[in-house]
């Protein structure tokens, strides 16, 4: 669906989303146009500058206004997410009140100032050479264009942590929405611009283009005005992005959230002491939302032997007695089935269980058994299989283990279960080298909300293995330094005053001059781990 | 010169360095070969492996040794540099000094592991859904590619910052050497070897790679196993490995420290009160190093009337007696001559004194007189003139002033001299928008290595704003986080640990465990304003 030349008369091009639920169409939505585009920018960047004046208490305030509004609505969100998307409604009510939560969060964390890194170096007029006095802090990097996910319409979409995190650095936000959930979308919009409006904030602070074709996300991207884009998606969908970005004549930085396979290696010695209870927790982390989570465990490292056989029979088991449910699309359901077929037909792979398309839009619960040559011949293999499938591969001896880990992607997540002494270093090394959060006889779905949360991790799993997209830290992905060299106090921002106005803490002459920190992890019934 | 396909038994593809004090050929010097390139790097990964496991302590001494082992040579890698870049000695020697005080910053640095950024959040059962036990640190990218700067031989060179602070952070480095200085690269390489030799550092930690051609870059920044790049030079050679790397399967990140016009606006009132010192004063900042500087003031905004006439009559005259020196290349000489062309060229444009070569390598100290419209039509006048030239444009209304200012591009500093209440909000606010260092009533050259230096700054002064190449924050660029969930005390790394066997700064559940840092910032006679 192209979008029309602008000055054209006829009417604007509409898309329909489906719900996977009743199969019935949405209401028609019209696609952004090229200046709709243009004029959302040209707002953002307006809006940028004003909102560069604002204090943290004021831009604290704005995200509480904007929690409070989506709270109130969150009844009605929930369900035309639930028509839209499919997703269980208690998966749905976990989200919103995830999503409320991180903007409380970066509410908090603004107040306290600390992303704003103030560090003060007063002048040494001693030192050879002599030095100036210099004052460093973070500002806002500029409008910052936001594609939600499919999978997560509420933490991850229009009013989801990169638009938090994003507003809490002091940048506009034009956010293209998935078009899977556009009415979702457009009652998150509703709300955020109630609350702005109330908050009296600029006009530009922030926007929602919707679209059915890539036209929009293409134009957004490109759009000199954008100076950071935050993506969760597939890794075709950020990498396409990325390259965009990458190409303009000022490149600037995409912070995409791709495909993860998540791997899982369960040593024998965690088998034997709790191998059914595994096989059960396994199941129930690989079915979580049908699988449909950028976390959830795709391959599975099993050992050889009899622990490993039961741990297999007994997974086979659990995927069969185990909820399912549609999943997002049907163009989802038939990625995920061409790509168990193709697996399939690989010499050394088989299923466990299921492998077939029950309808339009719900698979079986799936579990692709591969020996350890199928594996690290066949790429295919170590891909992303969105959805409720996951691929198993039995090893023997150390050494063949270590090979096919170090044939893995970067993920988000690198599981290992084992008990004391049974995990060998270089397999503990290769996961803090491959992923960018190691989880210990846990499981990789669910995603807390808290200081020390890292989701990220090397590409594919993300573009910038630096930066997080959950937690407080993700506010520094739309952040960049300033330093103020030998300037007068009067016109210094306020963080940087040499009274602290603000009372931050701030690193002066190399000293911390504050040592506590309000705490900033989100707080109980606040706390995503959806 | 290409360089030999594997296997060739030809001789090996050379080059030479002029030079530019007298003009006399250097040492021929064999360029690496494609299956050099390819042995560094994969060293390089079995180092960064190797390098995973050492202790902060260890690294700080690796550090310090090397600086030790410069220091001690040091007399010899100036005097090298001196014959093959023609810079002063006195700037050289400030170069050494700094280039040993950035090693021996980023050993108290890796001591300190403030750069670990290690953060607790303990587990809570009674939470809704309940959170795991979450500690995050920051860990080495991997191997790092470092180009050096052709106008800072040492202090952004072989030992240079990139190179101090990717070791600092654990990352192996492979260096290509600037061809025009291959003698002073191979010195400074020995000294680093002889350091790492006796730290017993793995053997791929360093590598030097000279090359005359594009080929070992292209090949470097394209390789595997590389997972970041430094570079300081042009904006045509940053964006090219930009470019480069963001095509690669497996795209990284490019810090890449280009042009940069460095804006100086004066306003009358900072004229009426001292004049004659600021032609003094901005004339030396700007002949600094013939004006060969990333940090060189390339456009002055002084305004319209009596004391702006004043001060370009000054100004002409402070240049005319100034001193002169070689540029490092007759290619650059040429560069600068051919735009100086084209800029006289341009209707609205005058010399107010120079544009003449005087020889190969050597300019005349230029003034370049622009008229508003000539700036605003003519990109080619808003572009860095490498070497002793800057372009002086006259304005009068603010709001003339103020267009010219949205014309210009990202730089690394943005100077402001006025009185108290005489410059305008716009004016400063649009500085902390194109730059990343505001300078008050002083003088851009001159980046002092201290916690609160921004030495960054928008494309394209740089390829990355949010990142620093000068000062601690630069060890930044090539760390990257990790958080282990749920993981066994004795599986954690040291610094992550319950009971804290490094001793470090950590922010445990939301607050901070120790209060005070050991001071960072480079100590008298380390720190380089060169």
């Excluded at 808290?450 to 959950?470: I, K, R």
């Amino acid at each position: 669906m192209p979008s029309h030349a602008p000055g054209q008369t006829a009417e604007p091009t509409t898309f329909r989303a489906t719900s996977p639920l009743t199969g019935e169409d949405g209401p028609s939505i019209p696609e952004a146009t090229e200046a709709q585009v243009k004029a959302a920018v040209t707002a953002a960047t307006d809006a940028y500058r004003a909102l560069r004046t604002w204090r943290p208490s004021r831009l604290a305030a704005l995200l509480d206004a904007v929690a409070d509004a989506l709270e109130h609505r969150s009844h009605e969100i929930v369900a035309a997410a639930r028509q839209e998307t499919g997703l269980a409604v208690a998966a749905l009510e976990g989200e919103s009140l995830r999503t409320v939560g991180q903007l409380r969060m970066f509410s908090r964390l603004v107040l306290t100032g600390r992303h704003l890194e103030a560090t003060v170096d007063h002048a040494d007029p001693g030192a050879r050479p002599p030095r100036p006095d210099l004052r460093r802090m973070n500002v806002p990097l500029g409008p910052v264009a936001v594609f939600g996910a499919s999978n997560f319409p509420l933490a991850f979409g229009v009013a989801g942590g990169d638009t938090a995190s994003a507003l809490a650095a002091g940048c506009p936000v034009v956010v293209k929405g998935h078009p899977l959930h556009p009415v979702t979308s457009t009652l998150c919009a509703e709300a955020i611009d109630a609350a702005l409006r109330d908050m009296a904030a600029p006009p530009g602070t922030f926007a929602l283009l919707q679209g059915g074709s890539h036209a929009v996300a293409r134009q957004l991207v490109t759009e000199p005005g954008i100076k950071a884009v935050g993506f969760t998606g597939s890794t075709a969908g950020g990498r396409a992005l990325y390259d965009l970005a990458a190409a303009r004549p000022e490149p600037i930085p995409v912070f995409a959230e791709m495909g993860s396979v998540n791997p899982v290696v369960i040593f024998e010695s965690a088998l034997r002491v709790r191998g059914a209870r595994i096989a059960t927790e396994l199941a129930g982390s690989l079915l979580t939302r049908t699988g449909q989570l950028c976390t959830s465990p795709g391959i599975l490292f099993v050992p050889q032997g009899e622990p490993g056989d039961a741990l297999v029979a007994a997974l086979r088991e659990e995927l069969l007695a185990g909820g399912r449910g549609p999943m997002l699309s049907p163009g989802m359901a038939g990625s995920l089935t061409s790509a168990l077929e193709e697996a399939c037909a690989t010499p050394g792979v088989s299923l466990a269980t299921g492998g077939h398309r029950l309808s339009a839009v719900e698979l079986e619960n799936t579990l692709v058994i591969a020996d350890a040559k199928a594996f690290s011949a066949g790429p295919h293999l170590r891909e992303e299989y969105f959805g409720p499938a996951s691929v198993l591969v039995r090893f023997g001896p150390m050494a063949e283990l270590l090979s096919m880990l170090d044939l893995l992607p970067g993920s988000l997540t690198f599981t290992i279960h084992a008990e004391p002494g049974d995990a060998p270093d270089p397999v503990v090394a290769l996961a803090a080298e491959r992923a960018g959060r190691i989880v210990w006889n846990d499981y990789p779905t669910g995603v807390a909300v808290t200081e020390a949360m890292h989701h990220g991790g090397p590409y594919p799993a993300t573009s910038s293995a630096a930066h997080t997209s959950v937690g407080p830290a993700a506010i520094r992905r739309f952040l960049r330094p300033v330093s103020y060299q030998n300037t007068p106090d009067a016109v210094l921002p306020e963080a940087l005053r040499e009274r602290n106005p603000l009372g931050l803490s701030r690193l002066v002459d190399s000293e911390w001059t504050r040592a506590g920190e309000p705490g900033l992890s989100a707080g109980s019934g606040c706390t995503g781990r959806a």
